[in-house]
T-cell receptor, first 115, second 113 residues
Framework: GNSVTQMEGPVTLSEEAFLTINCTYT??????LFWYVQYPGEGLQLLLK?????DKGSNKGFEATYRKETTSFHLEKGSVQVSDSAVYFC??????????????FGTGTSLTVIP | DAGVTQSPTHLIKTRGQQVTLRCSPK?????VSWYQQALGQGPQFIFQ???????QRGNFPDRFSGHQFPNYSSELNVNALLLGDSALYLC????????????FGQGTRLTVV
């Protein structure tokens, strides 16, 4: 089956620290991989994506590389800011025949950045 | 572009009642999916609609049903509400023909008391 396992939180970092949130996946075929972010009281916002092996997704200083050999898609940022405090979800999507993408989410990692 | 819009934003219902949640997809999108996000958890796939038909379904009971209208908007209905149905319900829209990300609405917070 399809599933995503991500590092449990919560994670607390000081401003300008380096961030890594681990994510591994199990999937048949060739899924697309995503990181979504959720701020308090809001829905999900796409942070970055990668659609094939060795692709690197990047946005707002965040990066993640699609590693097929290790089935991983770890999220990294070199210097976090207070405004990065949120819950981060790793997800994969599979598109079936005659259907659209279905997303499988990890349980989320809560990040708090302190000044 | 208004993006994905959901209504209402918050809802309180009594156990045993029925509820209807609504979603308007992003302009140009023809596929709508619904997800349930319990507190502290990741979203779980409920079902997906395309061309007014349910195309995929997750592991949810028949109490959860839906509908898609000709203008691609969608409704999620939940009958015989249980306390455990309390969650954030997210609508996601996408375009069937493209292998891209889905766009999510802000969600409807349902509380069953």
């Amino acid at each position: 089956g399809n599933s995503v396992t991500q590092m449990e939180g919560p994670v607390t970092l000081s401003e300008e620290a380096f961030l890594t949130i681990n994510c591994t996946y199990t999937a048949t075929g060739y899924p697309s991989l995503f990181w979504y972010v959720q701020y308090p009281g809001e829905g999900l916002q796409l942070l970055l994506k990668a659609t094939k092996a060795d692709d690197k997704g990047s946005n707002k200083g965040f990066e993640a590389t699609y590693r097929k050999e290790t089935t991983s898609f770890h999220l990294e940022k070199g210097s976090v800011q207070v405004s990065d405090s949120a819950v981060y979800f790793c997800a994969l999507s599979k598109r079936g025949d005659f259907t659209g993408n279905q997303f499988y989410f990890g349980t989320g990692t809560s990040l708090t950045v302190i000044p | 572009d208004a993006g994905v819009t959901q209504s209402p934003t918050h809802l309180i219902k009594t156990r045993g009642q029925q509820v209807t949640l609504r979603c308007s997809p992003k302009s140009g999108h023809d596929t709508v999916s619904w997800y349930q996000q319990a507190l502290g958890q990741g979203p779980q796939f409920i079902f997906q609609y395309y061309e007014e038909e349910e195309r995929q379904r997750g592991n949810f009971p028949d109490r959860f049903s839906g509908h898609q209208f000709p203008n691609y908007s969608s409704e999620l209905n939940v009958n015989a509400l249980l306390l455990g149905d309390s969650a954030l319900y997210l609508c996601a829209s996408s375009f069937l023909g493209a292998n891209t990300e889905a766009f999510f609405g802000q969600g409807t917070r349902l509380t069953v008391v």
